[in-house]
């Protein structure tokens, strides 16, 4: 059976709640009590570069791009590839609520010369998987036979989506055996167990190993649906450092390249700045 190691809390301020994220090398940001999840170096829960819309409409922009033309709404996914270089944001866009999943991973060394990717999926167009008990939104990546369309080629090997648990039933989420270790995070719910591990009423994320094959979820609640946003992946095992600055952040093999970096953003602007400048 896949089994949960631990719960790791999340850093909660106003609606917003980062999952994963961690200081750069210089001791600048905030420290959060998961730091990285290899591959993934962020996630977080915003009320306000995987983002999984959940509520509400946001528009996207980046600096080779411009301002796209189309709004990612509900239940629909923009996926962005920072490749050689990428300066990018999302605004929302209706009144009321909206709320995004952004997720970071680190890009494998052998995939860094790539340049910059954008893919959007549609809300009808993201892989429903029928599961006893349930299903899966398969977000990012390929799980089994079935494949999301969000293709990036700098992407590492992992999966995102969302697993919906129907009331007082347990869901098995089949997981290939590549995928090495993961996180649940609860997104709707009112109790039950991930991986034999009760659920509680804190904010924050499950992380398992998987040594089965299968990511099992049971829904204690009578009446409600359990939502979880799951991610799982391979390890990259390579070395990583991360830079602040400009209302972001880098992430580069070691602290000389960080700073290289860094230092043509601050010579040719955030506005100016993408692959062709470096």
Same mark, same amino acid.
């Given at each position: 059976?896949?089994?949960v190691?631990?719960?790791v809390p999340?850093?909660k301020?106003?609606p ?51 301002l796209?033309?189309?709004f990612?709404?509900?239940g ?6 920072a ?8 605004v ?15 890009i ?13 999926v ?24 079935y ?7 700098a ?14 039933? +347990? ?5 290939? #055996?590549? @995928? =090495? ?5 609860? !997104? $709707?719910? *009112? ?7 009760n659920?509680v ?15 099992? +979820? ?5 009446? #409600?649906? @359990? =939502? ?5 992946? !391979? $390890?990259? *095992?390579?070395?990583w450092?991360?830079l ?14 960080a700073?290289?970096?860094m ?16």
């Amino acid at each position: 059976m896949t089994t949960v190691i631990k719960f790791v809390p999340a850093t909660k301020t106003g609606p917003f709640s980062r999952l994963i994220g961690s200081l750069d090398f210089k001791g600048q940001g905030t420290k959060h009590p998961l730091e990285v999840l290899d591959p993934f170096v962020l996630c977080d829960d915003s009320g306000s570069i995987q983002g999984k819309v959940l509520e509400g409409a946001f528009s996207d922009e980046d600096n080779i791009n411009g301002l796209s033309g189309e709004f990612n709404e509900a239940g629909s996914v923009y996926a962005v590839s920072a490749g050689q270089g990428l300066c990018h944001s999302e605004v929302t866009q209706v009144d009321g609520p909206s709320r995004l999943i952004q997720t970071i991973v680190k890009i494998p060394q052998d995939k860094l010369e790539f340049h910059p990717e954008i893919s959007k999926v549609k809300a009808a167009d993201v892989p429903k998987i029928q599961l006893p008990g349930g299903y899966f939104s398969l977000l990012v990546g390929k799980l089994d036979i079935y494949q999301s369309p969000i293709c990036l080629k700098a992407m590492p090997r992992f999966i995102l989506g969302r697993l919906f648990v129907e009331p007082k039933t +347990v869901c098995s989420l089949p997981m290939d #055996s590549d @995928l =090495e270790h993961g996180f649940a995070y609860v !997104l $709707k719910g *009112n109790g039950g167990k991930i991986a034999g591990e009760n659920i509680v009423s804190d904010p924050g994320v499950y992380l398992f190993e998987n040594s089965s094959g299968l990511l099992s +979820v049971e829904n204690s609640d009578s009446s #409600s649906i @359990l =939502e979880l946003f799951v991610g799982a992946a !391979l $390890k990259l *095992n390579e070395p990583w450092v991360k830079l602040l600055g400009h209302n972001g952040f880098i992430i580069a093999e070691n602290e000389e390249k960080a700073q290289s970096v860094m230092a043509k953003v601050d010579n040719a602007g955030v506005k100016n700045f993408n692959y062709k400048t470096l």
